[in-house]
């Protein structure tokens, strides 16, 4: 049967330097055209992840699988240069004495016509057809790096590790190169670990996004339920400004200025945040001294001030110190909106796209 086993499917992998696990029972599982992304901030053991994979690094504990074949664990190995994954590394390097078209073709088989003919596609589709000739040292850093993502690409590797790809472009190429890589993967069936610090990246090239932190994989899952179903306030915090509320259950319901919500499952009184986005507050305007009805949908409104706002391009942000409590609330409208500081506004919450999660106390 075809696709029995995932391509790569890794096993409690735990890395420790010094004693310290960077790397901290994390299992995934990649499919055949499938692109999983480790998403998580600098230092949480994204690239040590990738590293143990790609067999230049070895794990303290936990297995690693190709198509339902053990290639290592912490007795058996398979060596890097016999594992067949693609790799692209954040310290990418092209070989400085061959040809952007040699670099490409390095790890090519079969005959000179057909390798020069899978150069040039590849070369084409990452916009540097024209450099076909030239040395690494007469390109651009964003240059160098386009290339060697042909070089990865070349040799149609079954499975691709990526970390950090495209950092090295601006944003207006990134987008082309992103898109042209990801259509070159899934032409090929590759499975692909993607590895990247910025949400927005993972958001548009991943069918599936892991969130890592302190060495862990905190939520895994589409991008549109880890954005929409966070685990925890942090997870919140990764794509977006936040905004917290705070409150205390009392009855299974924790009570705010916004109106009450629901806490199930937390017990009476546990201190919990209310976290929302700042596209998730809705204003409306001051009529001497009263605010909107309450609504099911957007709850009770409360009063505050504002307390700057700024043009960001596609929307304005605005920022409110509320008169219930003092804290700052930041809500986005799109277009133009630039209240003068001072201006008196009422502001609700879409109830739907609220969070309630229970204070951690240490
Ligand atoms: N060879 C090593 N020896 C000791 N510590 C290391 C080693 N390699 C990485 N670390 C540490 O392990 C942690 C995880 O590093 P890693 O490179 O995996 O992070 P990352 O998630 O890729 O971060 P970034 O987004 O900045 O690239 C860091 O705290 C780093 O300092
Ligand atoms: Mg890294």
Not at 74 to 94: C, K, S
Not at 231 to 239: G, I, L, M, N, S
Not at 301 to 330: C, N, P, Q, Y
Request: charged share 25%; net charge negative; proline share 6%.
């Amino acid at each position: 049967m075809q696709n029995a086993n995932p391509r790569l499917k890794i096993k409690n992998l735990v890395q420790r330097y010094d004693g310290r696990k960077v790397v901290d029972d994390v299992s995934l599982e990649i499919w055949p055209g499938q692109v999983v992304c480790l998403l998580g901030p600098s230092g949480c053991g994204k690239s040590t992840t990738l590293r143990m994979i790609a067999g230049v690094e070895m794990q303290n504990s936990g297995e690693i699988w190709v198509d339902g074949n053990l290639i290592c664990d912490t007795v058996f190995r398979v060596p890097p240069e016999r594992r067949q994954i693609g790799l692209m590394f954040q310290d990418f390097a092209l070989f400085p004495h061959l040809r952007v078209g040699e670099n490409v073709a390095f790890g090519l088989r079969g005959s000179k016509a057909d390798k020069g003919m899978r150069v040039e596609e590849l070369l084409r589709r990452v916009g540097m057809s024209r450099y076909l000739e030239a040395y690494p040292h007469e390109l651009s850093g964003g240059e160098q790096q386009r290339v060697a993502l042909a070089r990865a690409l070349a040799p149609r590797p079954s499975i691709m590790l990526m970390d950090e790809p495209f950092s090295g472009l601006d944003n207006r190429l990134r987008d082309g190169i992103r898109d042209e890589t990801l259509e070159i993967l899934r032409e090929e069936e590759t499975a692909v670990l993607l590895v990247t610090h910025e949400p927005e990246e993972a958001m548009r090239m991943a069918d599936e996004i892991a969130l890592m932190r302190r060495g862990r994989i905190v939520q895994q899952g589409a991008p549109y339920n880890i954005y929409n179903a966070p685990v925890d306030r942090e997870a919140v915090a990764f794509f977006s400004d936040v905004n917290i509320i705070c409150s205390t259950v009392n009855g299974a319901l924790a009570d705010t200025p916004f109106g009450q919500f629901l806490t199930p499952g937390i017990a009476d009184g546990q201190e919990v945040e209310i976290v929302t986005r700042p596209q998730h507050i809705k204003l409306d305007f001051d009529r001497s001294g009263t605010g909107p009805s309450p609504t099911i949908e957007n709850g009770t409104a409360a009063r505050g001030t504002v307390l700057r706002s700024r043009f960001m391009g596609s929307e304005s942000l605005v920022e409110f110190r509320m008169e219930h409590d003092g804290s700052t609330l930041k809500a986005t409208v799109p277009n133009v909106f630039l209240p003068k500081p001072g201006k008196v506004m009422w502001l609700l919450l879409r109830r739907n796209r609220c969070f309630v999660f229970p204070v951690e106390t240490d």
